[in-house]
């Protein structure tokens, strides 16, 4: 290459290029966070409280208060999907049902610094209230 091939700003990578490489780490990222967490939790953090009404649909992993994905968009894979900050909800606690969780209709606390590693506690709009054993 000669010196005048050589351009003093070079072309950035392609979008399309740059997006599917940020698409497939943050895939492989969530896929090893999904994992763990079927693992540690087995099914619905709420299957058989009664008031919070019964389980159905799909397991979907749920991202907890302060790590929502829409509050933690352009941070690193490794720092939005953490097994401290989700956990497994079946599909009517975590977006359909009554006490769906991404309605706003039911709100879940970490108890320890260890997030949903550790016990939660979930609180209801109505005011109902259930805490998990440590």
Not at 25 to 43: F, I, P, Y
Not at 52 to 61: D, Q, R, V
Not at 68 to 91: I, K, M, P, V
Not at 110 to 133: C, I, K, N, S, Y
């Amino acid at each position: 290459m000669t010196a005048a091939n050589r351009l003093a700003f070079p072309k950035p990578e392609p979008r399309r290029k740059a997006k599917g490489r940020k698409q497939r780490r943050e895939a492989t990222v969530l896929d090893r966070v999904w994992k763990a967490v079927k693992a540690r939790d087995g099914r619905c953090r709420l299957a058989g409280v009664l008031h919070f009404g019964a389980c159905a649909g799909k397991h979907e992993l749920a991202h907890a208060e302060g790590k929502r994905r829409f509050r933690t968009r352009g941070q690193a894979a490794d720092e939005r999907h953490q097994t401290a900050f989700c956990l497994l909800l079946c599909s009517s606690h975590h977006r359909l049902g009554e006490y769906a969780y991404d309605a706003h209709r039911m709100y879940i606390e970490m108890l320890t610094p260890r997030g949903a590693d550790g016990p939660l506690r979930f609180r209801t709009h109505d005011g109902a209230v259930w805490e998990e054993q440590a």
